[in-house]
């Protein structure tokens, strides 16, 4: 949510006196978007199309000491030193129509891009030559339909609360395609390769129901804002993944974790055109199982975001809103900038 649109307006002041206050509907505070999740339902019979493009990028090092210490400041043996550079260009277009004054139905269609660059020094080998491993992915990504629904009227000093449901698809390439540098096994006492993707998938290779519940606070001059969520990943059975020389490694069943998630904000207008606000968005992922058994190094994984949004009003059915948002914790992407043009009909 980028900031908070002025209820009222120029149409409000032209229907009212001067200094008569513009009837309530009973409708939330329009609300320009800085979490994935909007806050303010879509008017009856309106249409809303939303083009977006969102970038996202990451990097992390790895460090693996294999070997013995024979005094603390001496190590014998051999490092494998790994850096991962990510890029991720995401371009959807969602659209909301407003099936009442309380409800409204939403579909996105993303399209994605992902870049990787890896460089490792690999153990086992003596040499002090870095090697760079460079792969990519491009395709349609995981649609998603949703739909919401406001639960209660509020007001000055009065909460809103918008309850909502989402359905994430696997339409995009899943990571179970994608061919991985393996010759017959990546993982155990013969596994060989870098066990990593030739091509990178564009969806996540599960479907997903996400439950939510948004709140708005009006608190002249400001509007505090925030939702909490649950993301439920569903497993898969009989999955395989393909390997090298059109081989497969058979996996089983694979249970991704579910995520817990909640964010918060602050919004306030500059003027009757321009708004800002400020936020943090936040995580928590579950391990991940394989044949009820959870997978070797995964753990639970935070993600905490800080988020600064900004919003401009062109017309009365045109808005330009722009976020960026700073990664806090280590898994989290170092940077993510994102662009939103959405159009009322």
């Known amino acids: 949510m980028l900031a908070i649109l002025l209820c009222g307006g120029a149409a409000a002041q032209a229907q009212n006196p001067v200094g008569a206050a513009p009837a309530d509907d009973g409708r939330p505070p329009a609300v320009a978007p800085l979490f994935e ?5 879509t008017p009856r019979g309106k249409l809303v199309l939303e083009p977006s493009l969102q970038f996202g990028y990451s990097s992390s090092n790895r460090v693996v000491l294999v070997g013995y210490t024979i005094i603390p400041a001496l190590l014998i043996g051999l490092v494998d030193v790994r850096e991962v550079k990510r890029n991720t260009t995401t371009g959807a277009l969602t659209g909301r129509y407003g099936l009442s004054n309380r409800a409204e139905l939403e579909i996105k269609l993303p399209y994605v891009y992902r870049s990787d660059s890896t460089v490792s020094r690999e153990i086992f080998t003596g040499t002090g030559v870095d090697r760079v491993f460079d792969t990519s992915g491009r395709g349609v990504g995981d649609a998603e339909l949703a739909l919401r629904y406001q639960l209660n009227d509020g007001g000055a000093d009065r909460a809103y609360y918008v309850a909502g449901l989402r359905v994430k698809s696997r339409t995009g390439t899943d990571p179970f395609e994608v ?26 290779g599960f479907y997903a129901l996400q439950p939510s519940l948004t709140w708005l606070y009006p608190s002249d001059p400001a509007i505090l804002f ?3 969520s649950y993301l439920k990943n569903f497993k898969r059975s009989g999955l395989s993944r393909k390997v090298l020389n059109g081989e497969w490694e058979p996996l089983g069943t694979v249970a991704p974790g579910d995520v817990l998630g909640f964010n918060f904000g602050l919004g306030l207008a500059l003027n009757e055109r321009a708004l800002i606000s400020f936020g943090y ?12 058994v959870p997978v070797q190094g995964s753990v639970r994984t935070q993600l905490g975001t800080l988020l600064l949004g900004f919003s401009y009003r062109l017309n009365d059915k045109r808005t330009v809103n722009i976020a960026v948002g700073a990664g806090l914790t280590r898994d989290t992407p170092d940077v993510q900038l994102s662009l939103r043009l959405p159009m009322t009909f």
């Open 281 to 292: 968005d936040h995580s928590s992922i579950a391990r991940t199982r394989q044949n009820g």
């Open 37 to 41: 999740q909007p806050g303010v339902l």
């Open 226 to 228: 925030g939702s909490v």
């Open 179 to 204: 061919i991985t540098d393996c010759t017959q096994r990546c993982v155990g006492p013969n596994a060989t390769g870098t066990g990593l993707p030739l091509e990178l998938p564009t969806g996540s």
